[in-house]
T-cell receptor, first 108, second 116 residues
Framework: QKEVEQNSGPLSVPEGAIASLNCTYS??????FFWYRQYSGKSPELIMS????GDKEDGRFTAQLNKASQYVSLLIRDSQPSDSATYLCAVGAQKLVFGQGTRLTINP | KAGVTQTPRYLIKTRGQQVTLSCSPISGHRSVSWYQQTPGQGLQFLFE???????NKGNFPGRFSGRQFSNSRSEMNVSTLELGDSALYLCASSLARVGLNNSPLHFGNGTRLTVT
């Protein structure tokens, strides 16, 4: 079992719709959870962090964490073509472990 | 505030050579982590340095090493290069130690290493 698992996609969503990205992790001792966005040929950039159970909203982005189910998700509302990228889930205990990423395409 | 700076951006080396990559963290950040990114394996953790000490290490052979200086700048070295070492090497800095203090990583632009 991988430490952090994501559906690799590609996930295709029409413009204006909600994109839902999911991630599961295996280390129950994990304390910090992040979502990064990586455009092709660029380095990952931090878009959301979440540390406690529940929802955290930041603009069009909502991160959800459920430690009992070892599950973290990212919702993108009103998806824009500029949201097309690979989204990486990162989970931290003693180190930050990244999932393989989900490739998201927003179709105009 | 300047971001994480990695040099060089691109490197081409031949098998058996060694290479040194450099990373300057965001001012005030004391932790530097290194990752290898390949299409097949994704982002793989190499090591983390904090206060000039290696705090954590990933599952890479001893050919991969690093160090951190008193000004938090870091270098990583790969000796006896193999074709499989071709990858994007990313450096990331954080204010405090990763994972333990809810401290996110901020990435540099990476060094693209090609081994021929």
């Amino acid at each position: 079992q991988k430490e952090v698992e994501q559906n690799s996609g590609p996930l295709s969503v029409p413009e204006g719709a909600i994109a839902s990205l999911n991630c599961t992790y295996s280390d129950r001792g994990s304390q910090s959870f992040f979502w990064y966005r990586q455009y092709s040929g660029k380095s990952p950039e931090l878009i959301m962090s979440i540390y406690s159970n529940g929802d955290k909203e930041d603009g069009r982005f909502t991160a959800q964490l459920n430690k009992a189910s070892q599950y973290v998700s990212l919702l993108i509302r009103d998806s824009q073509p500029s949201d097309s990228a690979t989204y990486l889930c990162a989970v931290g205990a003693q180190k930050l472990v990244f999932g393989q990423g989900t490739r998201l395409t927003i179709n105009p | 505030k300047a971001g994480v700076t990695q040099t060089p951006r691109y490197l081409i080396k031949t098998r058996g050579q060694q290479v040194t990559l450099s990373c300057s963290p965001i001012s005030g950040h004391r932790s530097v982590s290194w990752y290898q990114q390949t299409p097949g394996q994704g982002l793989q953790f190499l090591f983390e340095y904090f206060s000039e000490t290696q705090r954590n290490k990933g599952n890479f052979p001893g050919r991969f090493s690093g160090r951190q200086f008193s000004n938090s700048r870091s270098e990583m070295n790969v000796s006896t290069l193999e074709l499989g070492d071709s990858a994007l090497y990313l450096c990331a800095s954080s204010l405090a130690r990763v994972g333990l203090n809810n401290s996110p990583l901020h990435f540099g632009n990476g060094t693209r290493l090609t081994v021929t």
